[in-house]
């Protein structure tokens, strides 16, 4: 699971900010040198006998930011949703008319995803009324890149159960998964190889790749594997148990918690 580090930096930046607080009072044009050097001493010496403060700081500034982010994200997903839900090239596990529709972002070479495949084939077997929409994201690199071409392409030959079939074939090789290990699974399921590579190349599949990787910028994920139901964005392979869960709630409520 790839998901970023931007607390850590920011809270070291707080703190940063905090423990040089005197150094920015003392350029500031509003007190005259006497009273900034006073400030400056004041705040220095309270900071250093109450280190504590920095702490209730940062926790004030996360709380701020992970509402700033619920907002946000609650926006996008309002603008994006007939996208994340029918976007033509998105493939679906599961029960295509499903009262209730499960998204993934998800990246071959992620090991959180494997892990959450296992989870993604229990809801799947166990919920009949469950509809999975599976989206290639990318981040991982190169790689990363060349087998979601490869797989995108494959889905103008496979459908349904045989889909799903090479998608977890894939998610499940060993090692680094690349173009080639995707075109090597296609083999073997019978695939039309050279149709695939002339496939892979295609504007649509480009367009379906660079679509993708906008709607997850505009839904701020910054890992794999991502869910998204009803109206909450879950990160990470949080578990099958907490999934089933938030189904069911979206079939009681609508919502993700109710």
């Known amino acids: 699971m790839r998901f970023s580090f931007l607390k ?59 509402e700033a982010q619920r907002v946000a994200q609650s926006g996008a997903l309002k603008e994006t949703r007939q996208t994340l839900l029918n976007a033509p090239h998105s493939y679906v596990a599961g029960n295509p008319s499903g009262d209730v529709t499960l998204v993934e972002f998800f990246d071959y070479n992620c090991g959180y995803c494997k892990k959450a495949l296992a989870d993604v084939q229990s809801l799947v077997k166990s919920d009949s009324k469950l509809r999975v929409v599976l989206k290639d994201f990318p981040v991982l690199g190169p790689d990363s890149v060349e087998a979601s071409r490869v797989a995108l392409a494959a889905r103008k030959q496979l459908q349904g159960e045989k889909l799903f079939d090479y998608h977890m074939k894939v998610m499940d090789s060993r090692g680094r998964v690349n173009g080639e290990r995707a075109l090597a699974v296609a083999k073997e399921l019978g695939l039309d190889v050279a149709r695939l590579q002339k496939d892979m190349e295609s504007p649509e599949v480009r367009g379906a790749l660079q679509e993708n990787m906008g709607l997850g910028d505009k839904l701020g994920l910054t890992g794999t594997p991502a869910f998204i139901i009803g109206d909450e964005i879950i990160p990470g392979a949080v578990g099958v148990e907490p999934l089933k869960q938030v189904v069911a709630n979206v079939r009681q409520c609508g919502k993700a918690s109710c």
């Not at 006073?38 to 220095?44: F, P, S």
């Not at 920095?54 to 004030?60: G, K, S, Y």
Request: glycine share 4%; proline share 5%; hydrophobic share 50%.
């Open 8 to 66: 850590s930096c920011q809270a070291a930046a707080l703190m940063g900010a905090l423990v040089f607080a005197p150094a920015a009072i003392a350029q500031s044009p509003v007190f005259n040198d006497q009273q900034r050097q006073a400030i400056g001493e004041v705040v220095k010496d309270y900071l250093l006998k109450n280190p504590e403060v920095l702490t209730e700081v940062i926790a004030e500034l996360e709380k701020r930011q992970a």
